[in-house]
């Protein structure tokens, strides 16, 4: 079922300041959610592009407290696992970093088989994060990810990459909707993704021919390691009449097989738009 839906990976820039009013304004907000002391800070994973079976079996087994499975790195192939066959190995969640990397990380996994699989997290912003109604801001996102991505290599349907795309929303990521048994999103933030200024792709080495400025990967199983400050160009939004809008960080991965990333912080920047 593929869509040729891609996220735009851009090279990471130095943001310029940005734009700035000549009478005086407020200064800027700065959030900063770190995952690394084991604090999820009421993010919510988001996993699109995929049956609704398999979303609604992971959803509850996640509220039951029933066991997803395990967590990246697998021990064994994907499909050895009956975790796989029920919800794909989707898993989310504050976890401790793998192959000895110090802290934790906002675990997003699973195993792409519908070629399309969108992996996300997301979370409400509102008046105690600094947001006023009805105002319009401009944000930067800077986000640290862990992966063990065999960019540039030869796998299932292409590299293990993920590109990522940072939107604020007035729409609920939460809610989806359906096309022909898959959950998708909603078209506002689909179109939001779409035209969004990308952060980053987390591409950490090539199993295959090097690329310039890239290093081979070592033999055998690729390690996981955490890519710091993935930055965003500015985008503009505004606030709904509570001071609200949703932080949604998305991305898609063009591995056609089980993938595993670990967001281990993300920051975002507000200032008031010039008026």
């Known amino acids: 079922m593929k869509t040729n839906f891609r996220f735009f990976a851009l090279s990471l820039l130095s943001i310029q300041a940005l734009a700035t009013s000549s009478s005086a304004a407020p200064g800027p907000v700065v959030l900063d959610f770190d995952f690394s002391r084991g604090h999820d800070h009421e993010f919510v994973a988001l996993f699109r592009d995929l049956p609704t079976s398999i979303l609604d079996e992971y959803t509850r087994r996640k509220m039951q407290g029933i066991s997803l499975g395990p967590v990246a790195p697998l021990e064994r192939g994907a499909g050895e696992y009956p975790e796989d066959h029920s919800h794909w190995l989707l898993n989310s969640g504050i976890f401790p970093l793998p192959d000895r990397l110090p802290g934790y990380g906002f675990l997003v996994q699973g195993t792409n088989?519908?070629?399309?699989?969108?992996?996300?997290?997301?979370?409400?912003?509102?008046?105690?994060?600094?947001?006023?109604?009805?105002?319009?801001?401009?944000?930067?996102?800077?986000?640290?990810?862990?992966?063990?991505?065999?960019?540039?290599?030869?796998?299932?349907?292409?590299?293990?990459?993920?590109?990522?795309?940072?939107?604020?929303?007035?729409?609920?990521?939460?809610?989806?909707?359906?096309?022909?048994?898959?959950?998708?999103?909603?078209?506002?933030?689909?179109?939001?993704?779409?035209?969004?200024?990308?952060?980053?792709?987390?591409?950490?080495?090539?199993?295959?021919?090097?690329?310039?400025?890239?290093?081979?990967?070592?033999?055998?199983?690729?390690?996981?390691?955490?890519?710091?400050?993935?930055?965003?160009?500015?985008?503009?939004?505004?606030?709904?009449?509570?001071?609200?809008?949703?932080?949604?960080?998305?991305?898609?991965?063009?591995?056609?097989?089980?993938?595993?990333?670990?967001?281990?912080?993300?920051?975002?920047?507000?200032?008031?738009?010039?008026?």
């Open 113 to 275: 088989r519908s070629d399309d699989l969108d992996y996300g997290l997301g979370k409400l912003l509102d008046r105690s994060h600094g947001l006023e109604p009805n105002t319009e801001y401009i944000a930067t996102f800077k986000v640290d990810i862990g992966g063990n991505a065999g960019g540039g290599g030869i796998g299932a349907g292409g590299g293990q990459t993920i590109n990522l795309a940072a939107v604020m929303t007035n729409v609920d990521p939460n809610k989806y909707v359906v096309a022909q048994g898959y959950a998708k999103w909603p078209r506002e933030i689909l179109q939001q993704l779409y035209n969004a200024p990308g952060i980053g792709s987390n591409v950490v080495c090539t199993v295959g021919m090097p690329m310039p400025g890239m290093k081979r990967c070592p033999a055998g199983r690729i390690p996981f390691q955490v890519r710091r400050g993935f930055e965003s160009k500015p985008l503009r939004f505004r606030t709904d009449a509570k001071g609200e809008a949703w932080l949604v960080i998305a991305g898609h991965s063009g591995y056609e097989a089980f993938a595993a990333f670990y967001f281990t912080r993300v920051q975002v920047k507000l200032r008031r738009a010039a008026q």
